[in-house]
């Protein structure tokens, strides 16, 4: 479904991702943990290409790309099949949730907008934004602008979403309707990649878990083996600080 091999990126003589190699099977619920800095967000970003890699290879389906010679032609192609949920919510100010959600269908994929409207209103009543068709984003709350971007991403059909800290912009309150979005959609058996910060939400709906600090991969594994008995130092470390109660098999 969706394979990684040796991505680099590097900013200046910063090297972020030295190497990454991942696969992601499809329907699988993928999270990516690790500290600030670890480079997270910017394999996250290299996925859809807002970060340009120096080097590797990315395949999404049938799509693939060398990220040393992409063409733009296989740049679109591969941005096609998947699409990206923010912390910031990233939506367009001047339009209504509605719009919103029908802005990529009609502009990016030629949708009739009759079909695209259709089918933005019920996304958004699955994200329980039914009543909030007609609101702006500064009439909404942030969890509510947050389910408006879920619902603009799920509107693409992509081959995989990817979710890029999607509750640390929210107040606490809010984190909970977020998050119960996302866990609907998983049962679903959608594609994901979530990179996080909340760790009981990544052992409740992650299949596997992949942990980062560095650039690199440190470990990966299901997620109930990775939280119970974690292989790495490295990985107890961050997790003793995480979730200070828990406790592992070492």
Do not use: W
Request: with cysteine; proline share 4%; glycine share 8%.
């Amino acid at each position: 479904m969706i394979a990684l091999k040796e991505i680099r990126k590097s900013f200046g003589r910063h090297e972020v991702l030295k190497g990454i190699d991942l696969e992601v099977e499809k329907g699988e619920v993928v999270a990516i943990l690790g500290p600030s800095g670890s480079g997270k967000t910017t394999l996250l970003r290299c996925i859809n290409y807002l970060e340009r890699p120096g080097s590797g290879r990315i395949r999404i389906g049938d799509v693939a790309v060398d990220c040393g010679h992409p063409s733009k032609k296989e740049i679109h192609r591969l941005r096609g099949r998947s699409a990206m949920v923010f912390q910031q919510y990233h939506l367009f100010r001047h339009k209504t949730a509605l719009q919103n959600v029908m802005e990529g269908l009609v502009v990016v994929q030629n949708v009739p907008k009759e079909e695209a409207r259709q089918r933005s209103v019920e996304l958004l009543e699955k994200v329980g934004l039914g009543a909030k068709l007609d609101a702006y984003p500064s009439q909404l709350s942030g969890g509510q602008q947050q389910r408006v971007g879920i619902a603009r991403a799920l509107a693409l059909n992509p081959d995989v979403i990817l979710f890029d800290e999607p509750t640390s912009a929210l107040d606490p309150e809010l984190v909970g309707e977020v998050l119960a979005v996302i866990r609907k959609i998983a049962r679903e058996g959608i594609t994901m990649i979530i990179v996080t910060h909340e760790m009981a939400f990544a052992q409740e709906v992650a299949s596997r878990i992949v942990f980062m600090d560095d650039g690199a991969v440190i470990e990966e594994g299901a997620a109930s083996e990775f939280f119970r008995s974690p292989r790495e130092e490295r990985t107890r470390q961050f997790l003793r600080r995480m979730t200070p109660e828990a406790v592992y098999n070492i």
